[in-house]
């Protein structure tokens, strides 16, 4: 990211009843993005959520040069279950 960037991370998990509840948002902005990230790190410290499902959106809501270049965001999910 450049200086002046914005992410924000937010975490949505279903319960068994199926509807989805906000769980947390989290913003990473300028250099607080550098290196991988672990789940509890965007899940207000948490470091599993147990639902029938589970959404991650990543947005940008600001950019340093209103959106003249990309913003890589690599990822890597491990999903583990019982």
């Known amino acids: ?8 991370v937010k975490l ?4 068994p009843n199926g509807k989805l509840t906000p769980f ?4 990473f902005a300028d250099n607080q993005s550098k290196g991988l ?17 589970v959404r ?3 947005e940008q809501p600001s950019s340093a040069d209103n959106f003249q270049s990309p913003v890589n965001v690599p990822f ?3 999903v583990e279950s019982p």
């Open 12 to 15: 949505e998990v279903a319960m």
């Open 1 to 8: 990211m450049h200086n002046g960037d914005e992410v924000t």
């Open 24 to 27: 947390t948002q989290t913003r």
């Open 37 to 53: 990230k672990h789940f509890r790190d965007f899940a207000d410290g948490v470091q599993a959520v147990v639902g029938t499902r």
């Open 56 to 58: 991650i959106t990543i």
């Open 76 to 78: 890597l999910f491990v």
